[in-house]
């Protein structure tokens, strides 16, 4: 499972050590391989030439989202579809990687929006697009593949929308396969595997992608970003969603399952090497006709902690043809919002408290604060929180990502702290971690120290903003104790995910570097790597074309 950067794509100039040139120059990455985008069968084997990225096509025509692949000038390549199902190449490097930078960064997001001249709505409908950087004696491998998951075959072979997605839904030929679609809506089967949210490797190696559907579990290889197969949970546990984003460590995996049908959630755990997860504890909903949203979930050492959001699923939604202004959500302020506490060990809930109304998509950790005699007082968790304003939801779609003409429209963010007492106490509170405006008043898309998760501590990688803007478009570190960021901008770059790597032997939290994926403004991508402590660029690995926005990303060493 171990990533080589010598795997079978490799080019001439990443095993010579010379830097990479761009595909398609002489001495540049011959075996680089490209495939038109059409609504043909998915081919499995690559053809051996090499095709420059494609150049935009001004002024085609467009229906709902528009092509995003074929857009105007005026359109980042962050938003634009990647053109080519797969490459792979040396990367030109500038600046100076550190050599202890041994392994894999995978990244995943929806990087295909279009099929044929029809346009999705939204940033989360698109097809799953994986991208990896093998980094390797200061060189690095660069390599993009679309996973190859049902929805996604499915849409190449019928040029067409063929499951539910976050808003595209199949359009029925006829009201007999109107009536199909609804019934096999019921049994899951018309939701989409599309696994286009998050990257995890397992305890035990394995490589998984993630949506919010629990059938989009989709197990890749991070060498050849192969598609495997389906990750099949082997327990009687069910459920048709889950959080996207597990808590993985070395030797467990946690997650959440709603349950729309007795509104509430079930936390269940599964050992490394296992596909069993296993009943651990049950948190019925205190308000609302179904379960809060939950993207993610944070545990401390001890505990899980179920967020209730106001932002709930909602049944009819999901059965719509139509999206609503909430796709398959709806907001009941009136049903409070709840944070609650479950013993990991036991199941049993162990505090549940009311809390301000808040929308978050991503915790970023969470801890247990303890008292001089060792005793934990409450839970300190904290999430990328929109201010408790689900308008985020429609600032990520294409139209509005696409159509950014100098007003400020990104809604604000911050770091929401909870602090969820373990007394007994009714009522948990919820407050800015640190003044907003250190971080532009953006901030999403999260990675902290993984050595420090569940513990306290102290930094936080994010995505934030400098304004006027219509997405975040820096990157921050967060110093939650003395309360200031650190920022890094480039004039129109959309900048993804900032992931934490430490470098082998650290000692201090900062230590190592933040990597992150960049669509620059000149159209073209980039591997960012900035020193965690200074926050400073290092270097940069350059991809011959542009890169598509992409969401999570996580980490695979190269002797694990
Ligand atoms: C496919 C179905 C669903 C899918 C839900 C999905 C794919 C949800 C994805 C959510 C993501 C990627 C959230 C990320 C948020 C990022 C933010 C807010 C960034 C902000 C930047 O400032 C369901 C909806 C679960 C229904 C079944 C079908
Ligand atoms: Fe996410």
């Not at 490589?207 to 919010?212: I, R, S």
Request: hydrophobic share 35%; charged share 25%.
């Amino acid at each position: 499972m171990s990533p080589t950067i010598s795997s079978s794509l490799c080019t001439v100039a990443a095993l010579s050590g010379r830097p990479g040139r761009r595909a398609g120059q002489p001495g540049g990455n011959k075996r680089a391989v490209a495939q038109p985008l059409a609504a043909a069968a998915v081919t499995e084997a690559p053809p051996a030439v090499i095709a420059p990225p494609p150049r935009p096509v001004i002024g085609a025509p467009r229906r709902r989202g528009g092509r995003g692949v074929d857009g105007g000038p005026d359109e980042l390549v962050a938003w634009k579809s990647i053109r080519q199902e797969r490459w792979e190449g040396a990367l030109e490097v500038e600046g100076k990687l550190p050599t202890w930078l041994d392994g894999t960064y995978l990244r995943n997001g929806p990087g295909l929006w279009d099929l044929g001249d029809y346009g999705f709505r939204h940033l989360f409908d698109g097809y799953a697009t994986l991208v990896r950087v093998s980094f390797r004696d200061g060189r690095a491998v660069g390599a993009h593949r679309q996973i190859e998951s049902e929805a996604y075959k499915a849409a190449r072979r019928h040029g067409k929308v063929c499951y539910r997605e976050f808003s595209e839904v199949p359009k029925p030929d006829s009201f007999k396969s109107f009536v199909g679609q609804l019934a096999s809506l019921f049994s899951g089967n018309s939701l989409t595997d599309n696994s286009n949210t998050g990257v995890v490797r397992l305890g035990d190696g394995r490589v998984l992608c993630l949506t919010e559907t629990v059938k989009g579990s989709i197990v890749v290889n991070p060498d050849t970003l192969d598609t495997v197969s389906k990750f099949e949970y082997e327990d009687k546990l069910g459920g048709l969603i889950h959080s996207a984003h597990p808590i993985v460590t070395d030797t467990e995996f946690w997650t959440l399952i709603p349950d729309l049908i007795r509104p509430g959630y079930v936390v269940a755990r599964m050992d490394a090497g296992s596909n069993e997860r296993q009943f651990v504890g049950r948190m019925d909903c205190r308000g609302g006709p179904a379960p809060g949203w939950v993207h993610s979930f944070p545990v401390t050492e001890n505990y899980v902690v179920v967020p209730e959001m106001p932002l709930r699923y909602c049944a009819a939604n999901l059965l719509r043809a139509e999206p609503t202004p909430l796709y398959k959500f709806q907001w009941h302020l009136e049903s409070g919002s709840y944070m609650h506490v479950m013993c990991k060990a036991s199941g049993k809930i162990v505090a549940s408290v009311e809390v301000p109304p808040f929308v978050t998509f991503h915790f970023i950790n969470a801890y247990e604060e303890k008292d001089e005699e060792g005793r934990v007082t409450a839970i300190i968790a904290d999430c990328c929180e929109h201010n408790a304003d689900t308008s985020i939801l429609d600032n990520l779609r294409l139209h509005n990502l696409r159509a950014f003409t100098g007003e400020d429209v990104l809604t604000d963010a911050r770091v929401g702290r909870f602090r969820i007492p373990l007394d007994g106490s009714p009522f948990g509170e919820l407050e800015a971690a640190l003044d907003p405006e250190e971080h532009g008043r953006g901030m999403d898309m999260c990675s902290i120290n993984p050595a420090h998760l569940g513990k306290e501590y102290r930094y936080a990688y994010a995505c934030g903003a400098r304004r006027p803007c219509n997405f975040p478009n820096t990157l921050t570190k967060i110093d939650l104790v003395e309360k200031t960021a650190k920022n890094w901008h480039e004039e129109g770059a959309v900048p993804s995910e900032p992931y934490f790597v430490a470098r082998p032997g650290a000692v201090e939290e900062d230590d190592g570097v933040a990597i992150s994926m960049v669509s620059a403004k000149d159209g073209s991508g980039y591997a960012l790597v900035l020193d965690a402590k200074s926050f400073k660029e290092i270097a940069r690995a350059k991809f011959p074309y542009g890169l598509p926005y992409g969401l999570h990303c996580c980490w695979v060493p190269r002797d694990k």
